[in-house]
């Protein structure tokens, strides 16, 4: 019996008075894939993320996790089914280490920080899971202890992919996670997300096409709020549609 897919729309749509958004959308990531979401400016994608995690509601078409319908279900609940994600300018507390931040997650999703009382070996454990994630993410011991303002930009983006992955998320979106980073340091972005196991499946919303490119095993592509092509990277890159569109917003920015 094949698995459902990790995340599934069907017919998504969503319009603001007379304009669609998104318009009958459908799309399947498949389990422990790297799936990419590109499309010019205004494509819909923001609004595609946002139909996805719940923050709105469609108006029509449904949502599905694992197989199991979650349309109206709010943001939190998708969280705890296992849908986790990021966003296009950073969510963090800048007076924080990492370490701290990431412990604080991990104690939320542990249902643990309403209780602090409990005995400090709890708290040393959830300490521990927090060092080794950041670890894993090649955050230094320097780093993990320092405010979270001192790191660099990079590094706050990779710390806002830890908090999230704190979660035990099987599905990962990634709003744009090389926006505003310098290019030396989007290389290093990529990799750690690249490394991450295959148990979660991984949506990644990015402008930069080099970096999608070197990332992505499929993607879907937008324009006007439908999807116009899907593929494997190769074959995106030689569809004629996705090069009109492309090179129709080059022009209109010239």
Known sequence: MTAPAALETRGLTRRFGGFAAVDGVSLALAPGSRHALIGP??????TLVNLLTGAIRPGAGAVLLEGRDVTALPQHL???????????????????????????????????????????????????EAAALLARLRFAPAEMAAPTRDLAYGRQ???????????????????????????????????A??????????????????????????????????????????????????REVYLGEAAAHA
Do not use: C, Y
Not at 121 to 127: E, G, I, K, Y
Not at 200 to 217: Q, S
């Open 157 to 191: 983006r990779l710390l806002e992919i830890a908090l999230a992955l704190a979660l035990k998320p099987r599905v990962l979106l990634l709003d744009e996670p090389a926006a505003g980073v310098p290019p030396e340091e989007s290389r290093e972005v990529l990799e």
């Open 193 to 242: 997300v690249a490394a991450l196991p295959r148990a979660v499946t991984v949506l990644l919303i990015e402008h930069d096409m080099d970096l999608v490119f070197r990332f992505a095993e499929r993607i879907t592509v937008l324009a006007q709020g439908r999807v116009l092509a899907e593929g494997t990277p190769e074959a995106v890159a030689r569809d004629p549609r996705v």
């Open 78 to 128: 998708r969280v705890k089914r296992g849908l986790a994600r990021t966003f296009q300018i950073n969510q963090l507390f800048p007076d924080l280490a990492p370490i701290e931040a990431v412990t604080l997650a991990l104690a939320e999703r542990e249902g643990l920080t309403a209780r602090w009382w409990r005995p400090v070996r709890a708290h040393r454990a959830l300490a521990e």
């Open 41 to 46: 400016n205004g494509a819909g994608k923001t």
